[in-house]
């Protein structure tokens, strides 16, 4: 199962304590997952999604989930379709500047923003372990990324607490925190 380990990632930990999770997800098979996306996955990105399962953050960041059926919210099945995506892109756009500087480097998506086209990717760098992946975001419908030195929890967190220094998300954070599980959506 993902995220089985000693203690939880401080930064999941800390959403817990503003946003309950609400139903228990589904049991997460880690190798396989990690097995068919060709990499180990970060810590954080692990308990999120056995704390929350996919879904979404306060009506604005889509969690995928790697077992999600819903291909729009699976992320194998994203990670295939952004690969797709910004190879094509980058035949006429220039690729962001943390990909451009090392040959090796790529894009692992594990977010979205709802209704807005924007992504959310780790940073991947073979010189590095997963907990050392940073975040990068994606405009979606234009040339724009942002860079931001945090694992995708801390960004996570950082968003839903007005904390993250970033203008894609104008209408955070609310009054209220919400999370909706894609197993009560997709039901």
Not at 5 to 29: C, F, K, N, Q, W
Not at 57 to 77: G, I, M
Not at 86 to 100: H, I, S
Request: glycine fraction near 8%.
């Amino acid at each position: 199962m993902l995220g089985q380990g000693p203690a939880m990632h401080p930064a999941v930990e800390r959403l817990t304590e503003i946003l309950s999770p609400g139903t228990p997800p589904r049991s997460r098979d880690r190798a396989a997952v990690e097995q068919k996306l060709g990499t180990p996955l970060p810590e954080d990105y692990k308990d999120l999604v056995e704390t929350y399962g996919g879904g979404v953050f306060d009506e604005t960041v889509r969690l995928l989930d790697p077992e999600c059926p819903d291909e729009d919210h699976n992320l194998l099945a994203q990670h295939t379709a952004r690969a797709e995506i910004l190879a094509g892109l980058w035949r006429t756009e220039a690729k962001p500047a943390a990909l451009r500087n090392e040959a090796e480097a790529q894009v692992v998506p594990w977010a979205y923003v709802e209704d807005s086209g924007a992504h959310l990717y780790w940073l991947r760098r073979p010189s590095q372990r997963p907990e050392e992946w940073t975040v990068l975001l994606n405009e979606g419908r234009g040339p724009g990324w942002e860079s931001h030195a945090d694992s995708c929890a801390a960004f996570l967190l950082a968003v839903l607490t007005g904390e993250a220094e970033t203008e894609y998300f104008p209408g955070l954070p609310s009054g209220s925190h919400q999370f909706d599980s894609n197993d009560d959506i997709l039901a």
